[in-house]
């Protein structure tokens, strides 16, 4: 006669989470999910790189004369530069279409330092 060496294993009993391991179960895809969501548009809403600071011209509001010209107000305003240069600056400054201004008219114009 031959006597088992082991007892048999009673089957496993089924697996049973508990209130806090079904929330768990539950809660980590969503967060999972939540998170695959938000970062990539988090960083598609990030501000850009700041640029650098490009030096701001200083300038100086003047009003335009009767029979003024912009040549006569480049060579008044920037005596030592060509006037062509300053005119094209005067016309940058002001959003100028072309080089007519008017009596009255208030101009930026480079300061001279």
Request: without cysteine.
């Amino acid at each position: 006669m031959s006597v088992p060496l082991a007892l048999p294993k009673p089957p496993a009993a089924p697996l049973r989470l508990t209130r806090r391991g079904r929330l768990v179960l539950a809660g980590l895809p969503l967060m999972l999910g939540a998170a695959a969501v938000l970062l990539p548009a988090g960083a598609l809403t990030s501000p850009a790189n700041a640029a650098p600071e490009l030096p701001v011209p200083e300038t100086v509001r003047i009003t335009v004369g009767a029979g003024q010209t912009l040549w006569d107000i480049a060579t008044l305003v920037a005596p030592e530069r060509h006037p062509h240069e300053v005119i094209a600056e005067i016309a940058e400054l002001n959003n100028l279409e072309g080089t007519v201004v008017q009596p009255g008219q208030q101009v930026f114009v480079p300061s001279s330092r």
